[in-house]
């Protein structure tokens, strides 16, 4: 399964521990699935998905700077294409 890390300008802290860089992987249709029902916007389900594909809690992603969850997304994004 492919993967990415993406090392974070801004570490937050995930379960009491600081975290410097996610690892994502390749999402599958399970996640997308999964996605569907975990939140009511768009934004909430990304969330949710991301947090589902680097194994953290969707609290450390929230927990991002928009810089570093545009990393995320660009890591998502690439995955696709």
């Keep these: 399964m492919k ?6 300008d801004s570490p937050v802290k995930s ?5 410097k860089a996610l ?3 390749e ?3 399970r996640d997308m699935l999964a996605s569907e029902t975990a939140g009511k916007s768009d934004a909430e ?3 949710a998905m991301f947090a589902s594909l680097c ?3 969707p609290e ?3 927990d991002l700077t928009v810089k570093d969850y545009r990393k995320l ?6 995955f696709l294409s």
Excluded at 73 to 78: F, H, L, S
């Design 73 to 78: 997304q660009e890591a998502y994004q690439a």
């Design 23 to 25: 690892t994502i992987r």
């Design 27 to 29: 999402p599958k249709v």
């Design 3 to 8: 993967t990415e890390k993406i090392e974070l």
């Design 15 to 19: 379960a009491g521990v600081e975290v």
């Design 55 to 57: 194994e953290v809690e």
């Design 60 to 62: 450390t992603v929230k």
């Design 45 to 47: 389900r990304e969330v």
